[in-house]
């Protein structure tokens, strides 16, 4: 057995379901070029591009963004792992 940290087992589990399901995609205040504060996401837009698994547009920048937009894309729409 392999052992892991914490976050290569996120980024794993979250990179296997973006790979499995083209609607599933990465959104949050700390997602970006450098993979956020604890690289969760590094390497992610090089692999998916800035709309994720399934093509979707990027967010607009903005310093607020609202969270309640994870509960908005329920299904049909696409999955999000929310960061």
Known sequence: MAVVTVIEAIR???RE?????????????DVGRRGGVFLATKDFLDE???GGGGGHPPPPPAENR?????ARNRPPGPRELNK
């Open 12 to 14: 794993d589990a979250m």
């Open 66 to 70: 609202p969270t309640g937009r994870g």
């Open 17 to 29: 379901e973006m790979e499995r399901d083209v609607s599933v995609f990465v959104m949050g205040e």
């Open 48 to 50: 998916f591009g800035a």
